[in-house]
């Protein structure tokens, strides 16, 4: 079976992913940044209501994937919350200035994680060596790496997907995403070969009001369950 997951920034879009038959969460907030570490109590409601595992992305700040030894700590606590409260798995990333992975910062939120699932988030897209960095990840216990291929969407990096998808079989899942929807999401499927999907379903909700405010906005950007339910058929129809 090929895992649908959706990235979802609040609580509309953990119904979302709820209501169109996903099957797993990676919870966050700003995603227009890239996404940063959900608050607690976001992390606490997806944990009850979703009906399907939830990964958290743990990330303290928009900006490069280099981080000081303070944030790394941030990381950490935010990683022993998540623990102790229902959360599946932590999407973590680090590099250091030269774009190889960190390996002590790797190692410290992997050690808080415990038992906890670990995915690499799109730092892999900008790391250098990725072959190498693939193994490494393996080594550190990773069971997954989310990535474009280090190109801007999936489709553009599909061939790279598709030799990592290979040279990772057995070993750790490689998840294609970025710009992924139910028109390319077959053929993406059929060219890498890959068991898992990473979308956000993203639709603009508008919330109209009586008297505008110059300045105010009067909408916001939410996942959209029935744009996940043709991805999910999509899929199921192969």
């Known amino acids: 079976m090929v895992t649908i997951e959706v990235c979802a920034a609040n609580l509309q879009s953990v119904l979302a992913a709820r209501d169109g038959g996903a099957h797993r969460i990676e919870l966050c907030s700003a995603l227009d940044t890239g996404g940063l570490t959900p608050s607690p109590g976001l992390i606490r409601a997806a944990v009850q209501v979703a009906e399907m595992p939830v990964c958290a992305l743990i990330r303290p700040r928009e900006g490069n994937f280099v981080f000081s030894s303070a944030e790394v700590r941030i990381m950490a606590d935010d990683i022993a919350f998540c623990r102790e409260n229902g959360i ?4 973590i990333g680090a590099l250091t200035e ?7 910062a790797l190692k410290t939120m992997a050690a808080a994680a415990g038992d ?5 988030h799109r730092a892999f897209d900008f790391v ?5 960095a693939l193994e490494t990840l393996i080594d550190l216990g990773f069971s997954r790496i989310l990535s474009s291929g280090q190109e801007k969407s999936a489709w553009e990096g599909r061939e790279q997907l598709a030799h990592w998808v ?3 079989t ?4 490689i998840m294609p995403g970025s710009g992924i929807h139910a028109h390319n999401i077959v053929d993406l499927w059929r060219f ?15 919330q109209p009001t009586e008297h505008e405010v110059p300045g105010l906005e009067t909408g916001y950007f939410a996942s959209n369950a029935d744009t996940i339910k043709a991805v999910v058929h999509a899929m199921q129809s192969i």
């Open 166 to 168: 290979t040279r990772a």
């Open 98 to 104: 030269a774009r190889h992975l960190d390996i002590g």
């Open 192 to 206: 890498t070969g890959a068991s898992a999907f990473h979308l956000s379903a993203r639709h603009k909700i508008e």
């Open 128 to 132: 250098q060596n990725p072959d190498e």
């Open 88 to 91: 599946h798995g932590v999407v």
């Open 116 to 120: 906890l699932e670990l995915v690499f």
């Open 170 to 173: 057995n070993r750790m899942t």
